[in-house]
């Protein structure tokens, strides 16, 4: 499903595209297009380490089914190993279609700060939020009184859906209960662009410890109940069983 030429992956399956640069996880899920309809200024899932700036050395990469797999070393004077694996996921009855992310760090020290954070940016309209875990509500949230560059925090449930401009669709972004601290929303000095941006691996990292943070984000069609979708989406992806990866 995924391919790999060179250190760029893609994957076209069940109406969506996109495709990943290997060696710039900070970039995100890009190019994306979905049932035909490109999304434009769409940047999904960025991987960054935020204390230390973009840079990550690629040391292996490869694709295995539905899953991409990246492994990464942190900049030279870091000895944070990093893992990352991008799973296609779909689920054609709710027409509903992306990727779980599955993010996992060690380090060589013998006590180290692990913290990355993972977020995404496309052109929306409105942000709704999950009001309990059940997610059997959503409320908007309140973005209309933040300034550019001043962000805007929530905490409680981690699961959002994001109304995008008409024609495109919604986008449901979540965090695993177990992994959800607090998230951050902001919009681009013109205003279109929304960045959302979630703070994984909070606690310290000793040595000879892994670390694993799972979070998952969907498309859904236009026109369909995106809240219905979304709640559904979000009990079928907590009810899975957790990954094993290497």
Same mark, same amino acid.
């Given at each position: 499903m995924w391919h790999i030429n060179q250190n760029q992956a893609s994957v076209n399956a069940s109406g969506l595209s996109a495709s990943v640069n290997l060696q710039q996880p900070h970039d995100g899920v890009v190019d994306v297009i979905w049932h035909g309809t490109p999304w434009p200024h769409s940047r999904l899932f960025q991987v960054r380490r935020p204390r230390s700036g973009s840079r990550y050395d690629l040391l292996d990469a490869y694709a295995r089914g539905r899953d991409l797999v990246a492994c990464y070393r942190t900049a030279s004077n870091e000895s944070l190993a990093i893992q990352v694996y991008w799973r296609f996921i779909a689920h054609p009855d709710l027409d509903a279609a992306g990727f779980e992310l599955i993010v996992s760090v060690q380090t060589e020290l013998l006590d180290d700060d692990p913290?990355?954070?993972?977020? $995404?940016?496309? !052109?929306?309209?409105?942000? !709704?939020?999950?009001? =309990?875990?059940?997610? $059997?509500?959503?409320?908007?949230? $309140?973005?209309?009184?933040?300034?550019?560059?001043?962000?805007? *925090? *929530?905490?409680?449930?981690?699961?959002?859906?994001? *109304?995008?401009?008409?024609?495109?669709? $919604?986008?449901?972004?979540?965090?695993?209960?177990? %992994?959800?601290?607090?998230?951050?929303?902001?919009?681009?000095?013109?205003? %279109?662009? #929304?960045?959302?941006?979630? =703070?994984?691996?909070?606690? *310290?990292? =000793?040595?000879?410890? #892994?670390?694993?943070?799972r979070a998952s984000g969907l498309l859904l069609r236009h026109g369909q109940d995106a809240e219905s979708a979304a709640r559904e989406c979000y009990r079928r992806w907590l009810a899975s069983a957790a990954p094993l990866t290497a």
């Open positions: 913290c990355l954070t993972v977020g $995404s940016e496309f !052109l929306c309209r409105e942000v !709704l939020q999950a009001g =309990e875990p059940g997610a $059997s509500a959503f409320a908007q949230v $309140s973005l209309m009184d933040r300034a550019a560059g001043a962000p805007c *925090r *929530r905490t409680g449930t981690g699961l959002f859906l994001y *109304r995008l401009d008409a024609g495109y669709g $919604s986008y449901l972004e979540m965090v695993h209960p177990a %992994d959800f601290f607090k998230a951050y929303f902001e919009r681009s000095c013109e205003g %279109d662009v #929304l960045r959302s941006r979630f =703070e994984l691996f909070e606690e *310290r990292l =000793e040595k000879g410890v #892994l670390r694993r943070a």
